[in-house]
């Protein structure tokens, strides 16, 4: 089973009630609970309580959770809500203590409640330390509650105020009103200068903002349809200069905007054509048709049955679904497609008399699919192509792998954590034979200090450049963490390779599947084109012996002496989220010296009562209280940036000006728009597992409240477990439906067409690989 769909895109903050003091309202308390939750993998070990000896002190028998001591959790948020999913209360743990962190100079919270103070108790300290949190903010809204010193207000109405970093629309008021510049400095550790890179092309240019004529016309259009004005810049921007006329003449076009369901559509259609329109209108037919292919992208496909396309029409009162397919096949919204056998199928077939047609293999079901995905499949399956019968053949010493990327130009490499180092040695030991060589991975650069990720390979931010013809100077390419390339993705990073070049794709085929549509390195595994080298390295300790059964649908107990797995029970999700920051914030840092910015939450989905959202604000508000006063957001927050659809990067806010809000993320500091932060930013001391593929810590914590046991799969277990390095704690509250996921719970398929793409184009060519 898959990750709910969005759970990649960056949660959009809600406009505050004051924009220039970034202030927030609590949400609704939260009164989800999740079942008892009863044992799990590993050691498990009795949480720690308020004012009682830790749970990662002794590792014993496992035992039922005592009730917590001391002052009882918070029920208030920071009051932000996701608009793609709605709002989730969440409960929240007290925030009075507040270990050393990367909070600037002044912020935290004193030390009150450090453990271990033989005279003040925990209770009494968490009191403390919160009347002065209490204090510092009413001291800072004081200072802020003067006129403003450049006099200028916000322009355009509230509904367009999505998010309180939005630029004020039409420009004529200056953005410093909001990002204002802020007081002194902080103290930061030094931080260390970036090794010295080769000279590179400067990054693509970001699309501009449509016209403000374009949107004030589509506004227009809207408003006679009843639809929310603040649709429009998202309509001109997914429909372009002429999107005002378009939806006029078709507005189920409207559909075409993220988040716009088929009966909101239907309402504004009614609007503005009457009686004109119904259910059988041939451009609702096409536009559902588009709108249907669209959803299953978002879910991984590339491609649906026709069948499936015809039922979901029905189940939106389309009177005719197989008419409404050909209309939109007719009109080319969609591309029909009916698999071919390969060569080596047709070979064999001729050696044998027909057989009976009650013997026959059904013909392969004919599917429809976006011209976009199929371009990109077929682009990439042709470069793939392309390198297996360019390379030349040489002989390299060395290892399997490494004389199977001599002899081919396309090689697959299998195995764990641990297995990634073998790809890198292959590729040092090309640079040693003279080879322009380059190590690309999805998100974690720590495999080598040569190596980027594709996102910043592809934008032109790293990386060797291209050629006259757009190509890299490359002789091979090691990508890492393939399973998470997308096939658009895969196509661009293909094509941008020249004749000759080698490429080897590594990665772990058991991890969850990349965020967008395709799945790009199961399809040319399962192709079998080209040589196949599975490693023989496994992960080492008790967490690979956990990771490596789980991979297995094996959910083992283990061994673990020094604490790499503790099992933390939890009766309902407000515990879930009381236990999470305590982990974080005191007890693996105290246990095993990890400090909480080396340590990561990951949990099911943004939503939930103990999701992203829940986790992130209980977390900010213990490790780096402020009032967000840069869109939610104050210096020293860790947070998830999304440059890119799908590729998501942790770091942490340094500063925020009239430009937008800088980041340090590893050893880059970025710039986030200010007009992007409420669509690509959101805090990151919670994530998901897809959000974290590809990205390994110290120290990780897996949250299972009882309301995820629907979304919890094998995949999905094999890779948050897997992204620990050192410890891993699990805060438990699904009882038996984590054990079932690993034996039985096996992520659906996705449609895709690359694999008979491939097999079409290199089966007749021998290049049979090797198992």
């Known amino acids: 089973m898959t990750e709910p769909s969005g759970e990649t895109a960056p949660e959009a903050a809600e406009p505050t009630e004051d924009l220039r003091e970034g202030t927030t309202e609590p949400p609704a308390p939260d009164t989800a609970e999740g079942p008892e939750s009863a044992g799990g993998p590993g050691t498990a070990e009795e949480p720690d309580t308020d004012g009682e000896p830790d749970a990662l002190e002794g590792a014993g028998a496992a035992e039922e959770p005592d009730a917590p001591e001391g002052p009882e959790p918070s029920e208030e948020s920071d009051g932000r809500t996701d608009t793609a999913e709605g709002a989730e209360g ?8 507040e270990p050393g962190d990367r909070v600037a100079a002044g912020e935290g919270a004193g030390g009150a409640g450090d453990a271990g103070g033989p005279e003040v108790s925990e209770a009494q300290a968490e009191l403390a330390a919160q009347r002065e949190l209490r204090a510092r903010i009413e ?44 007081g002194p400095a902080p103290r930061r550790p030094a931080v260390e200068t970036a090794p010295a890179t080769t000279a590179r092309p400067p990054a693509p240019e970001r699309p501009t903002a449509p016209a403000p004529g374009t949107t004030a016309a589509v506004r227009e259009v809207l408003v006679a349809g009843g639809a929310p004005e603040a649709l429009a810049g998202r309509v001109a921007a997914v429909l372009g200069e002429g999107a005002a006329p378009a939806l006029r003449e078709d507005p189920w076009q409207l559909l075409a905007v993220p988040g716009v369901r088929p009966e909101q559509a239907d309402g504004f259609a009614r609007a503005l054509l009457g009686p004109a329109c119904g259910p059988g209108d041939p451009r609702r037919a096409i536009a559902l048709t588009v709108w249907l292919l669209e959803r299953a992208a978002v879910q991984g496909h590339t491609a649906l049955e026709v069948q499936a396309v015809r039922a979901g029409l029905a189940g939106h009162a389309v009177p005719d679904p197989e008419q409404a397919v050909e209309t939109a096949v007719s009109e080319g919204a969609v591309l029909l497609f009916q698999e071919e056998e390969t060569a080596e199928e047709s070979a064999g077939d001729e050696d044998v008399e027909e057989a009976p047609a009650a013997e026959q293999e059904p013909a392969a079901p004919a599917l429809l699919g976006l011209d976009r995905y199929a371009l990109a499949e077929e682009s990439l399956a042709e470069g793939l192509a392309r390198l297996v019968r360019t390379a030349k053949a040489e002989v390299w010493e060395g290892g399997e792998l490494e004389r199977a990327a001599g002899a081919h130009g396309l090689v697959l490499h299998t195995g764990g954590e641990a297995a990634r180092a073998e790809p890198v040695a292959l590729a040092a030991a090309a640079r040693e034979r003279g080879l322009r060589t380059l190590v690309a991975v999805h998100a974690d650069t720590r495999v080598g200090k040569d190596a980027v990720t594709v996102a910043a390979l592809l934008s032109g931010a790293a990386g060797p450049g291209r050629d006259e013809d757009g190509a890299f100077a490359l002789d091979l390419l090691v990508v890492l963490d393939a399973p998470q390339l997308d096939v658009e993705t895969g196509a661009m990073l293909v094509e941008s390779l020249p004749d000759g070049c080698r490429l080897v794709l590594s990665g772990d085929p058991e991890v969850l599947g990349a965020p967008g549509a395709g799945r790009v390195f199961a399809d040319v595994l399962a192709s079998r084109v080209c040589p196949r080298i599975a490693s023989r390295v496994p992960d080492p300790g008790p967490l690979g012996e956990l990771v ?15 604490k790499e797995v503790v099992i933390v029970p939890v009766r309902d999700a407000g515990e879930a989220v009381h236990r999470t920051v305590q982990l974080v914030a005191d007890s693996v840092p105290r246990a095993l010296g990890v400090p909480s910015e080396q340590t990561q939450v990951v949990t099911v989905g943004h939503g939930g009562s103990a999701g992203t959202r829940a986790l992130n604000a209980a977390l900010k508000q213990r490790l780096n209280p402020g009032p967000g006063r840069f869109g939610g957001y104050d210096p020293g927050d860790r947070v998830a940036y999304a440059p890119a659809p799908g590729h998501t990067v942790t770091g942490t806010v340094l500063s925020a000006d009239a430009e937008g809000l800088r980041l340090r993320c590893g050893r880059d500091e970025l710039l986030v728009p200010r007009d992007r932060v409420e669509s690509a930013l959101r805090h990151g001391w919670a994530l998901t597992a897809h959000q974290a593929a590809g990205t390994r810590w110290p120290a990780v914590v897996v949250v299972l409240p009882g309301d995820a046991a629907g979304g919890l799969s094998r995949p999905w277990v094999y890779t948050a477990f897997g992204r620990a390095e050192r410890h891993l704690s699990v805060v438990h509250g699904v009882d038996q439906a984590l054990p079932r996921a690993v034996a039985e719970g096996v992520a659906p398929e996705r449609t895709t067409r690359l694999r008979p793409l491939l097999e079409a184009l290199l089966a007749a060519d021998g290049e049979e690989g090797a198992a």
Do not use: C, H, M, W
Not at 90 to 97: F, I, K, L
Not at 548 to 556: A, C, H, P, Q
């Open 90 to 97: 969440a409960g929240e743990p007290e925030s009075a203590e």
């Open 548 to 562: 490596s059964g789980i991979g297995v649908g094996e959910l083992n107990q283990v061994e673990a002496p020094g």
């Open 139 to 182: 001291a800072r809204k004081a200072e802020k509650s003067g006129p403003v010193a450049s006099g200028a207000k916000l322009s355009g109405t509230a509904a367009d105020l999505l998010a309180a970093v939005r630029a004020v629309e039409g420009g004529a008021a200056s953005g410093s009103t909001f990002y204002e510049a802020p």
